[in-house]
Nanobody, 121 residues
Framework: QVQLVESGGGLVQPGGSLRLSCAASGSIYSINAMGWYRQAPGKQRELVAAITSSGSTNYADSVKGRFTISRDNAKNTAYLQMNSLKPEDTAVYYC???????????????WGQGTQVTVSS
């Protein structure tokens, strides 16, 4: 009954910006870390950025200084602000969250459905 819904993907020119959102809903007790992954055609899924419940962040080297992850704990939502986008950022972006459902004492991994980001002129 827990789900993650992503939004905000699309087509943008090189140098442009996009903001992705990931909203968690359902029977949630708590949310631990949240993160964004991406998968380009023919490549493995890779971590882009992650944020803990207390706000500590980490980023892939390829996006440091360009992307910013944040979260609003009151809204169970994480964001990924992507600036100075490059063609190599083109991928399907997936939200991930480690969520403790109300029916369990343990966290589980949940994934969103993915949102396409295309950077092209």
């Amino acid at each position: 009954q827990v789900q993650l819904v992503e939004s905000g993907g699309g087509l943008v020119q090189p140098g442009g910006s996009l903001r992705l959102s990931c909203a968690a809903s359902g029977s949630i007790y708590s949310i631990n870390a949240m993160g964004w992954y991406r998968q380009a055609p023919g490549k493995q899924r890779e971590l882009v950025a992650a944020i803990t419940s207390s706000g500590s962040t980490n980023y892939a080297d390829s996006v440091k200084g360009r992307f910013t992850i944040s979260r609003d704990n009151a809204k169970n939502t994480a964001y990924l602000q992507m600036n100075s986008l490059k063609p190599e950022d083109t991928a399907v972006y997936y939200c991930n969250a480690k969520i403790v459902p109300r029916s369990s004492w343990s966290p589980f991994d949940y994934w969103g459905q993915g949102t396409q980001v295309t950077v092209s002129s």
